[in-house]
C-alpha cells in the first residue's frame, strides 16, 4: 500500500473531523485495520433507529433535484457515483448512499480465479463475501442505484452459472452489471474469441431482470479487447484507468474515440482517476455520461460526492444562464423575500434587545420593576453586599453580548443565505430559535418573570414563526470548490475548530441554565463575592430567583448561539463564501469583547473562571485564521 493512502477510515466521519484529526491519529494502523474498523463502525451507526439521521445532519449531502439523471432503467438523484473497491461487500452501503452519490459500485468480485486481488489497485479492495451481499443490500438507501463489478475468467465453464447465483441471492436489488474477463496466459497466446462469454453472460443478466451491462475498459487495452462485449449487444462501457496514469490521460480524446466505438445510446462511464471536483467536472466536459470514484474519494474524504454535485450544478447554472436570455423573475421571488425579511427583522430584534440590556447593564443595572420585586432600591443592595451590584452588571453585559451575537448572526444569515435559497441558513436559524425561546420557560424554576423578557420575546416569536414556516426555495452555492488545495485543507482544519468552539459554548451554555435553576452560584462566584448563597438569601429571600434569572437567560442565550455557531460551521463554510467568515468574526468579537469588559469593568478577573473566556478566545482567532484563505478568496475556482 503506497504510504499516502489513509485506508478508508474517512468513511464515519465528514472532512472536518478525518483530514486534521482520525487521520494522522490512525496512520499507525494497518490498511486492513482501518477499513474494517471505519466500515464496521458506519454499520453500526445506520443500524441504530435513526442513525442515518446522524449521516444527513452532519453533511447534507444530498444532491440538488437538477442533477437527477435517468440514463437506464433507474432514476438516479446524481451522475457521480461510488466505484467498486471501496466497500465491496456492501457493509456499510446504508451510510455511503447518503453522501450524495447516485449509485453504488458494489464488488468486485473475482469469480473462477483464487486471485481476488486481481486487477484491483491497493488501497482499493476485492469483495470476499458475495454469499452475504442480498441480505446486506436490504439497508441501501431507496433512492440510489446498485451496481455489481464483477471479473471473470476467460474459458472457466462454472463463470456464468457463479454469476447467475450471485443474480439469484440479491433478489433484484442490481440494476447495472459491470463485467472485465481476465484472460489466462494460455488464451491470451491463443487470440480467444470472447464473444460467446459476452452472449451468455448478458442473457443470463437479462433473465434476472439486468437490462444494462458494461464492460470495462481498462485503458491501457486497445479498443479491440471490448468489441466482442459492444458485439454481443453490451449497454456501454466503464473506462478505468488508475489515478496514478489519470494525469497522462487525454480525457476528452479518449472519450471521443470510446464514444465513435460504442453503438448510440450506449452509456460511457469515467471511473477510478478523480480525486478532485475539477476532476469530476472535467470528465463530465470531455463526454462522459457518468462519473465513479474511488480511491480519489479515500484521499479527499467523505465530502467529494457533495463538493462535486454542487460545482456541477453551478457550472450548468451558468452555461444555461450564457444560453438563456433574461426573463422574468421566478415566481417564488416574492415568497424568498417575504421569508428572509422575518429573518432579518427577527435578528435586528436581537440585537436591539442586546444594546438595551448593555446599556442597561452600564447604567443602573436594575430596571424599576426589578427593585420593585425585591422591595428595595438598588442603592440599597450594597448595603447586603458590596460586589452585588457590579456581579449582576457582569451577568447582564454578558447577556447582552451573547444576544447581540446572535443577532449579528441572525441577520446575516437572512440576508446572504436565506435571500439567496440557502435553505441551511434558515434551518440554522430554526435551530437556535427553538433553543433560545424554550429558555423562556426556565422562569419554573426560580419563579421570576422578567416583564422586559416577555415583551421582547412575545414580540420577536411571530417573526421567528414566520421567517421559518413560509416556504424557501433552496438554490445551490453560487461558488465552486474544486481542488484539494492548501486552503482548503487549512480550511477544514478551521472548521473542526469552530465547531468545537460551538460545542464548548452549547456546553456552557447548559450548565450555566443548570447552575442558574440549581444552587444559582459557582464556587468562583461567591469567591468574588465573598459571601455564600444562604447569606444572600436570607438578607432578601428575593434575590436569589432574581440572579438565577439572569443566569438561566444568559445560559439560554449561550446555548443558543451555540447552536447557530454550530450549523454554520457544519453546513456554511465552503470556498469564497466571504460573509461566512465576515458573519463568524463579527459575532465572535461581539460576544467575547463584551464578555472580557464584563469581567474587566467589575473586577472579577479570577483566574479559573476566566479560563473558559481566554481559550475560547485563542481558539476563535486560530479558527479564523486557518478558513481566512479559503473563505476569503477573491478568485473563483473555474475550469
Keep these: 500500500m503506497p504510504a499516502w493512502s489513509p485506508g478508508v477510515c474517512w468513511c464515519a466521519v465528514p472532512d472536518w473531523s478525518y483530514h486534521p484529526l482520525l487521520k494522522p491519529l490512525t496512520a499507525w494502523l494497518p490498511a486492513a485495520t482501518r477499513r474494517t474498523l471505519a466500515l464496521r463502525g458506519l454499520q453500526a451507526v445506520t443500524a441504530v433507529p435513526g442513525g442515518f439521521l446522524l449521516v444527513d445532519f452532519l453533511g447534507r449531502m444530498s444532491p440538488d433535484r437538477s442533477l437527477e439523471t435517468s440514463p437506464y432503467a433507474t432514476p438516479l438523484a446524481s451522475p457521480i457515483g461510488l466505484g467498486g473497491g471501496v466497500d465491496p461487500d456492501a457493509l456499510a452501503i446504508g451510510a455511503l448512499g447518503r453522501l450524495g452519490f447516485g449509485f453504488i459500485e458494489v464488488g468486485p468480485y473475482a469469480l473462477g480465479t483464487d486471485d481476488h486481488q486481481r486487477g484491483v489497485r491497493a488501497p482499493l479492495t476485492a469483495g470476499f463475501e458475495p454469499h452475504r451481499l442480498g441480505a446486506r443490500l436490504r439497508c441501501r438507501p431507496r433512492h440510489s442505484s446498485v451496481w455489481l463489478r464483477l471479473a471473470l475468467v476467460e474459458r472457466d465453464a462454472g463463470a456464468v452459472l457463479n454469476v447467475e447465483r450471485l443474480l439469484e441471492s440479491v433478489n433484484g436489488a442490481i440494476d447495472v452489471v459491470t463485467v472485465s474477463i481476465l484472460e489466462t496466459e494460455t488464451a491470451a497466446s491463443r487470440n480467444t474469441d470472447t464473444s460467446g462469454t459476452w452472449r451468455r453472460l448478458l442473457r443470463v443478466c437479462r433473465e434476472h431482470g439486468v437490462s444494462t451491462i458494461l464492460a470495462d475498459y481498462p485503458r491501457a487495452s486497445p479498443l479491440s479487447a471490448i468489441q466482442p462485449a459492444l458485439e454481443a449487444g453490451a449497454g456501454g462501457l466503464v473506462l478505468r484507468s488508475p489515478i496514478e496514469q489519470s494525469d ?10 470510446l464514444r465513435s466505438a460504442v453503438p448510440s445510446p450506449g452509456l460511457i462511464v469515467v471511473a477510478g482517476g478523480a480525486r478532485s471536483p475539477r476532476d469530476i467536472l ?20 467523505p465530502g467529494l460526492a ?37 429573518l ?28 420593585a420585586f425585591l422591595g428595595i432600591a438598588r442603592e440599597d443592595l450594597t448595603s447586603i453586599n458590596p460586589r452585588l451590584i457590579g456581579f449582576m452588571r457582569h451577568d447582564r453585559i454578558t447577556l447582552a453580548g451573547t444576544l447581540m451575537s446572535i443577532g449579528i448572526l441572525y441577520a446575516s444569515l437572512a440576508w446572504n443565505g436565506v435571500r439567496n435559497g440557502q435553505r441551511w441558513a434558515r434551518d440554522a436559524v430554526l435551530g437556535s430559535g427553538v433553543a433560545g425561546f424554550a429558555s423562556l420557560f426556565l422562569f419554573l424554576g426560580f419563579h421570576y418573570v422578567d416583564p422586559l423578557h416577555i415583551v421582547l420575546s412575545g414580540g420577536l416569536f411571530p417573526l421567528f414563526l414566520l421567517g421559518v414556516l413560509v416556504p424557501v426555495r433552496s438554490r445551490p452555492p453560487a461558488t465552486l ?10 480550511g477544514m482544519f478551521g472548521q473542526l475548530l469552530f465547531i468545537g468552539l460551538a460545542a464548548g459554548l452549547i456546553g456552557a451554555g447548559l450548565t450555566i441554565t443548570s447552575v442558574g435553576v440549581t444552587r444559582v452560584f459557582v464556587f468562583s462566584d461567591l469567591q468574588y463575592l465573598q459571601t455564600t448563597a444562604a447569606a444572600i438569601g436570607d438578607a432578601n429571600a428575593h434575590l436569589l430567583p432574581l440572579i438565577a434569572h439572569d443566569r438561566a437567560g444568559f445560559g439560554g442565550a449561550l446555548a443558543s448561539d451555540g447552536i447557530v455557531v454550530l450549523l454554520v460551521s457544519l453546513w456554511g463554510l465552503r470556498r469564497g463564501e466571504r460573509w461566512v467568515w465576515w458573519t463568524l468574526l463579527s459575532a465572535g468579537l461581539t460576544g467575547l469583547g463584551c464578555g472580557v469588559y464584563a469581567h474587566v469593568a467589575v473586577g472579577y478577573l479570577e483566574f479559573g473562571h476566566l479560563l473558559p473566556l481566554a481559550l475560547s478566545a485563542v481558539v476563535f482567532i486560530a479558527a479564523l485564521c486557518l478558513t481566512a484563505p479559503f473563505l476569503l478568496t477573491r478568485r473563483p475556482s473555474s475550469l
Design 248 to 257: 497522462s490521460i487525454d480525457m476528452r480524446t479518449t472519450l471521443q474515440e
Design 282 to 301: 472535467e470528465a463530465f466536459d470531455a463526454g462522459a455520461d457518468l462519473v465513479a470514484v474511488d480511491q480519489g474519494l479515500i484521499e479527499a474524504g
Design 306 to 342: 457533495k463538493r462535486s454535485n454542487e460545482a456541477l450544478v453551478v457550472m450548468r447554472n451558468r452555461a444555461a444562464s450564457r444560453n438563456a436570455a433574461q426573463g422574468p423573475p421566478p415566481a417564488s421571488a416574492t415568497v424568498r423575500r417575504s421569508a428572509w425579511t422575518w
Design 344 to 371: 432579518f427583522l427577527l435578528g435586528l430584534g436581537m440585537l436591539t434587545a442586546g444594546a438595551v440590556i448593555f446599556w442597561v447593564g452600564l447604567t443602573r443595572v436594575l430596571l424599576p420593576y426589578d427593585e
Design 481 to 490: 470548490d474544486l481542488d484539494n488545495d492548501s486552503s482548503w485543507r487549512l
